[in-house]
């Protein structure tokens, strides 16, 4: 199911004289281990690409944590809470017609994008993930790092979901296939769990935060080179 809707608010073309690059992944709390190298930890994830809905956790250490305090039945989606991680995750499918140079082939990457973030978010796989993002784009890779650290630990995230809301009219070609589409990318309050340890972050300001999203169509495909914050000083 897409993560996409238009906005409801306005955002004029004036705010696009103030922008500035802000990371959408969140920094490491508590106790858990930071990973030595974010590029490797994250592309590691790859070795878990095999068919099925992940039971969550990228690894035995957190099989023994169930969310709804018990083994949910096959093909049954569990969310994730202080129990354990998210059971039987759906895993993301690609849209058809997403890799077309469109206002309409984007606006499917994107909600693609945000459905492969918020795969790994809940189950410590980024390999649908990291494909759609260009190294430029350093705050998704070191998110996709520390959150799979994070599940190799036998720790898990609760909420921090992804919503893309596109603006009506602020699609813009930049030119040598670079665009950027404003709007906003709603992220859900997050916990983390490791080690009996919680950990809370408040994500509502990003309920209100204008954001542009720029990408770039290169080899018949979009990939994300990163977000920029509308109105933030320079």
């Given at each position: 199911?897409?993560a996409?809707r238009?906005?409801?608010q306005?955002?004029?073309?004036a ?11 969140e ?6 281990p ?14 878990n690409?095999?068919?099925g809905g992940s039971?969550?956790?990228?690894t035995?250490e957190a099989?023994e944590h169930?969310?709804g ?8 989606y ?6 354990g991680p998210?059971?039987n995750?759906?895993?993301?499918v690609?849209p ?19 459905e ?5 978010t809940q189950?410590g796989?980024f ?12 705050a ?9 650290n994070?599940?190799?630990?036998g ?8 919503s ?5 009219g ?5 030119g ?7 709007g ?6 997050s916990?983390?769990y490791h080690?009996g340890e ?6 509502s300001?990003s ?14 495909k979009?990939?994300?080179n990163g ?7 320079q």
């Open positions: 199911m897409h996409l238009y906005l409801t306005t955002l004029t073309l705010a696009l004289g103030a922008l500035v690059l802000s990371g959408c992944g920094k490491s709390t508590g106790s858990i930071e990973p030595s190298d974010s590029s490797s930890s994250a592309v590691s994830s790859a070795s690409a095999a068919g039971s969550g956790g990228a035995a099989t169930f969310s305090g018990s083994k949910a039945p096959e093909g049954e569990r969310a994730a809470d202080e129990q998210a059971q995750v759906p895993r993301p690609e058809e017609g997403m890799n077309v140079e469109s206002d309409e082939g984007l606006e499917k990457f994107l909600g693609y994008w945000a492969s973030v918020n795969y790994g189950t796989d390999t649908y993930a990291l494909p759609l993002v260009s190294e430029a784009h350093e998704d890779i070191e998110y996709f790092a520390w959150t799979e994070l599940y190799s630990h720790g898990w995230k609760a909420g921090g979901l992804r893309v809301v596109l603006g009506d602020l699609f813009v070609n930049q040598n296939g670079t665009y950027t589409w404003g906003n990318l709603i992220v859900q309050d916990y983390t080690d919680m950990s809370f972050v408040d994500n300001a309920e209100t935060e204008g954001i542009y999203f720029e990408v770039e169509y290169k080899d018949n979009w990939v994300m977000i920029e914050l509308v109105g933030a000083d």
